[in-house]
């Protein structure tokens, strides 16, 4: 069974492939994510580090994370 975690960060994935999440947008706060989604900041973090790790989000300290502009 995947992780709760990548099972998010898949769906995540797939609307930024699909354009529901575009270039520059702008992801809520860690802590609203969670929030929103019922489930703990440390999955929520996960989350966001997996994004991170794939290329898809980039975080940028004291302004949020934002979907990554697709390569060229």
């Known amino acids: 069974m995947v992780d709760d975690y990548r099972r ?6 797939d609307d930024i492939a ?4 575009g270039p520059g947008e702008r992801l809520p706060p860690q802590r609203a994510f969670a929030r929103r989604r019922g489930i703990a900041g440390s ?3 996960r989350v966001y580090a997996e ?11 004291g302004r949020g ?4 502009a697709a390569p060229v």
Not at 65 to 68: A, C, E, G, Q
């Open 51 to 61: 994004l991170v790790r794939r290329g898809l989000v980039v975080g940028e300290v």
């Open 65 to 68: 994370t934002f979907v990554r």
């Open 18 to 21: 699909a354009g529901r999440l």
């Open 8 to 13: 998010i960060a898949d769906r995540l994935a």
């Open 43 to 45: 999955t929520a973090g």
